[in-house]
């Protein structure tokens, strides 16, 4: 384990992650096609509450390795898919057409300082960022589950889509920290 104290930064993530919506992840085992778009709220609730425990362990700022993130950086970075997923959604049910800006998630790490950030707090930002994106997708209109958004790079996404991406992100860095 290495505990973090100045930011080393991880090799930038430059994978296309949007094959999880076709085929089941070989890494954390999320299944795309057990998902419908009426359980997408539940499902960032339910994949997000363990962090609350995982948080509070006493190895949360250790790295298990020099470019990989610790629980506490991956807790910070769930925190903050959770403020960008909803501004998403919000775009993708209130505009025609939107293109989400691109989003660096390396460099919002090394911005935020992920690595010094209080475990405590970022507890509870997961919770107050999560909560109001998963009482957003409880409350998508049946008509709008097909709504499309455009990401930067070109992917097409629907509200339904981005929920599953979303959930899959989330269900991934959970296994990420072995939750």
């Known amino acids: ?51 609350q425990a995982v948080l ?6 250790d790295r298990p390795a020099p470019t ?7 807790g910070a970075h769930v925190r903050d898919v959770c403020r960008v997923f909803l501004g998403r959604v919000d775009a993708v049910l209130t505009q025609d057409d939107p293109h989400f800006a691109n989003w660096d ?11 010094q950030l209080d475990p405590a707090l970022v507890a509870d930002e997961i919770a107050a960022a999560s909560d109001p994106l998963s009482a ?11 709504r499309p958004g455009l990401r930067s790079n070109g992917s097409s996404f629907t509200v339904a889509t981005l929920g599953t991406y979303l959930v ?3 269900v991934h860095h959970l296994w990420d920290v072995r939750a």
């Open 1 to 51: 384990m290495v505990r973090v104290s100045t930011p080393i930064t991880p090799p930038p993530d430059e994978k296309d992650w949007t094959w999880t919506l076709d085929r089941v992840c070989p890494d954390c085992g999320f299944d795309p096609s057990a998902i419908a778009p009426g359980d997408i709220a539940a499902a960032v609730a339910q994949a997000t509450r363990p962090w």
């Open 56 to 61: 509070l362990r006493p190895d949360v700022r």
């Open 68 to 74: 990989t993130w610790s629980a506490l950086e991956y």
């Open 105 to 115: 998630q390396d460099q919002a790490a090394l911005d935020g300082r992920y690595w």
């Open 136 to 146: 957003r997708y409880a409350g998508v209109p049946d008509d709008a589950w097909s």
């Open 168 to 170: 899959h992100d989330l």
